[in-house]
């Protein structure tokens, strides 16, 4: 069964930084383009970055580049988004999702998605 889990939210204050978490289980992650995407209280989801398969490319929307990384450690089986100079703005709900074709912040375009994790930036 692919299954992805997020994880590494949490409440921080502005200018702070996190790094969230994307385990897969169930396939190699380093097969696939990986999603990162959030969607804030009454806002449609936002793609905010992706990951090519065997990191061929990275992408930022340009609401977090300068600010988010996004990498990957094969051995862990896990995708990363290092965020910092974190705003009130980046508050929302943060996704992964990964396709074996896909790459891009299309949210329709990926197959499997995470349950989603919290980050809440206020002081």
């Known amino acids: 069964e692919v299954q992805l889990v997020e994880s590494g939210g949490g409440l921080v204050q502005p200018g702070g930084s996190l790094r969230l978490s994307c385990a897969a289980s169930?396939?190699?992650?380093?097969?696939?383009?990986i999603g990162w995407f959030r969607q804030a209280p009454g806002k449609e989801r936002e793609g905010i970055s992706f990951?090519?398969?065997?990191?061929?490319?990275?992408y930022y929307a340009d609401s977090v580049k300068g600010r988010f990384t996004i990498s990957r450690d094969n051995a862990k089986n896990t995708v990363y988004l290092q965020m910092n100079s974190l705003k009130p703005e980046d508050t929302a709900v943060y996704y992964c999702?990964?396709?074996?074709?896909?790459?891009?912040?299309?949210?329709?375009?990926?197959?499997?998605w995470g349950q989603g994790t919290q980050v809440t930036v206020s002081s």
């Open positions: 169930g396939f190699t992650l380093d097969a696939y383009n």
């Open positions: 999702a990964a396709d074996a074709y896909y790459s891009g912040i299309e949210d329709h375009g990926y197959d499997s």
């Open positions: 990951i090519s398969s065997h990191d061929v490319g990275t």
